[in-house]
Structures are given as structure tokens and as C-alpha cells.
């Protein structure tokens, strides 16, 4: 398969926070790996994550505002659609 993201993203680990509904719906997630235009997340039953929401990760200090790109049953790929990504890496 090809690749066809801009930059390389970095494996991690981190425990994530997606919110949406004005913050008042949360699914907590894992960030497989990460770079300053997307992400990988997971967690269970991705056919209730919107197209777009917010995705805080506490280890970084940080959110970012995403939207979905692709989903499977328990991973999704997110495009972070803010700047903030580049101050934070």
C-alpha cells in the first residue's frame, strides 16, 4: 500500500480524550501514533465518533480540534484540522 501522508508519524502510547455534543460526550481512546497532521486512535465501537470533534491527550498538555478520515471497527485515522499540533511536537 502506499503511503500518502505529508510527514512520518511517531508511534506512542498515549491515553486520549474525545469529546463532542459542546464537550458534554466523551470517549476515552488510545493515541497509537501521532505527528502534526493526524493521528491514530483507538478504543472501542468507532461508528459513534462524529466527523468532528476535539481530541485532548493530558501527556502533552494539549487539544486539538480533529475530523475522521477513515474508521474501522475499534481504530480510526483523524486529520487534525488546527496549527496547534506543530507547537506541541
Known amino acids: 500500500m502506499r503511503e500518502r501522508r505529508k510527514t512520518l508519524r511517531a508511534r506512542t502510547i498515549l491515553g486520549g480524550v474525545i469529546s463532542f455534543n459542546k464537550r458534554r460526550s466523551t470517549l476515552d481512546c488510545n493515541v497509537r501514533n501521532f505527528s502534526v497532521y493526524g493521528a491514530r486512535v483507538e ?26 478520515v477513515w474508521r474501522s471497527e475499534d481504530t480510526a485515522g ?10 506541541v511536537i
Open 78 to 87: 483523524v486529520a487534525l484540522t488546527d496549527d496547534q499540533a506543530s507547537d
Open 43 to 68: 478504543f472501542t465501537n468507532t461508528a459513534i465518533l462524529p466527523d468532528e470533534f476535539d481530541l485532548t491527550i493530558a501527556r502533552k498538555e494539549a487539544t486539538f480540534r480533529a475530523r475522521t
